[in-house]
Structures are given as C-alpha cells and as structure tokens.
Nanobody, 126 residues
Framework: QVQLVESGGGLVQAGGSLRLSCAAS????????MGWFRQPPGKEREFIAA????????YYPDSLKGRFTISRDNAKNTVYLQMNSLKPEDTAVYYC???????????????????WGQGTQVTVSS
C-alpha cells in the first residue's frame, strides 16, 4: 500500500511557475513508477508526465514538452513537477499516481496506476 499526498498548488499569474510535490508513504516507493495527471474543469483526467522507478526514463505529452519537468528523489520518497510559463489553460486539479508499469505507452494510461493522491488545485489567472 502506498499513500500519496500532493502539495504546492495555488493561484499564479500567467507566465509564472509552480513546483508541485507528491510525498509518498508506505512500502517501497522506489519500486514504483510515478506519474502526474491533471483534470481541468469539466474535462477528462489527462496525462502530464511520468518517470520510471529508477528515474532513467521520463515521458511527457508532446504538448507540454519544454514547460513541465518531472523528477524524483527516492531518498525523500517524493516526486516533483516543475511547471513553468503557466497558462490559464493549465488550470486543473493535479494528481500524482504510482504504478508498477515501466513502458512509455503504459505510463501514459490512468489504468496502469494503482495508487492516487487526493489532488491539488492549480489556478492560473490571465
């Protein structure tokens, strides 16, 4: 069992930056791949970023490459999402998730993740 708690969300102006954190507790955090997803108001939850358990492989959707950066610190049981050049359309609830998949196509799918945090709200004003 893994418990995930996101933090770092809030209100930011367009063009600003935020860093989200996801703290994990429970068993063997370092064995899990970690992902970030977001759910804009009235829309489906969508893939943002993923990192394998070792940190050797990182994946993003093409639309977000260059603005968002995922990283992890296994010693601190924490995964991060650095978000730069934020836009109003980035407004959403952001979720972290943990799973045992390790292939690119698997890590982009919500169904591949076993554990989810409660989410943190990010609001970008224009």
């Amino acid at each position: 069992q893994v418990q995930l708690v996101e933090s770092g969300g809030g209100l930011v102006q367009a063009g600003g930056s935020l860093r989200l954190s996801c703290a994990a507790s429970g068993r063997a955090f370092s064995r899990y791949a970690m992902g970030w997803f977001r759910q804009p108001p009235g829309k489906e939850r969508e893939f943002i970023a993923a990192i394998t358990w070792s940190g050797d492989s990182i994946y993003y959707p093409d639309s977000l490459k260059g603005r968002f950066t995922i990283s992890r610190d296994n010693a601190k049981n924490t995964v991060y999402l650095q978000m730069n050049s934020l836009k109003p359309e980035d407004t959403a609830v952001y979720y972290c998730a943990a799973g045992v998949a390790d292939r690119s196509w698997e890590l982009r799918r919500k169904a591949e993740y076993d554990y989810w945090g409660q989410g943190t709200q990010v609001t970008v004003s224009s």
